[in-house]
């Protein structure tokens, strides 16, 4: 990955937005290349919900493929005051909090509908964390009502749990698969 064309990239288009910046930081992490942002005012960048932030995220993708000819738009995540790592911690500890209603009750259950990026996050927490071996994580739905289902990893061999009850917001089992919900 080219990061002195990321880095001029995003430097680019935070002036033209007029968006207050001190450092870009850009560092490797697997798969992916985080890129940390310094501002006295991250509010602005990170925008209602973080709408902002993603625009901005967006678009350093797409023109960092078009600039390096790549097939796919590299694996890139802006941050900006820890904002993103924040929000990556929350719905870790959510999936916790959800994973041990599971075990208690033997039932799957529907995490709210996230971005890809965010059920990735769950997805691979799950798998890669020791103390949540015995569960195992699907997604299920369509667009901005994808959401990742939580579940033992007993009832994917037995079937025995997928027909009892579910907490909001849920998935019911159909013929035609798991549909979501509007929550």
């Known amino acids: 990955m080219n990061n002195a064309l990321i880095e001029s990239t995003l430097s680019k288009i935070l002036k033209q937005l007029g968006l207050p910046f001190s450092d870009i930081a850009i560092s490797a992490e697997e798969d ?4 940390d942002i310094t501002s006295d005012d991250p509010s602005r960048i990170i925008g209602w919900h973080g709408e902002t932030l993603n625009a901005i995220q967006h678009l350093v993708k797409a023109i960092v493929r078009t600039q390096e000819k790549l097939e796919r738009s590299p694996f890139i995540i802006l941050d900006v005051d820890g904002y993103r790592r924040a929000q990556e911690e929350k719905v870790c500890r959510i999936a916790e909090q959800k994973a041990d209603f599971v075990r208690r009750t033997g039932n ?3 995490l709210a509908p996230m971005s ?3 059920r990735r996050i769950v997805h691979m927490y799950v798998a890669n964390n020791h103390n949540l071996q015995d569960l ?3 997604s299920a739905g369509e667009g901005d009502y994808r959401q990742v289902v939580l579940k033992l990893i007993d009832e994917k061999s037995t079937g025995t749990k997928s027909d009892e009850g579910e907490l909001s917001p849920v998935l019911e089992k159909e013929e035609d698969g798991l549909d979501n919900l509007d929550v």
Do not use: N, Q, S
Not at 32 to 35: P, Q
């Open 32 to 35: 992916l290349t985080r890129i």
């Open 108 to 110: 799957r259950v529907a």
């Open 116 to 118: 890809p990026y965010f």
């Open 136 to 138: 195992t994580t699907e």
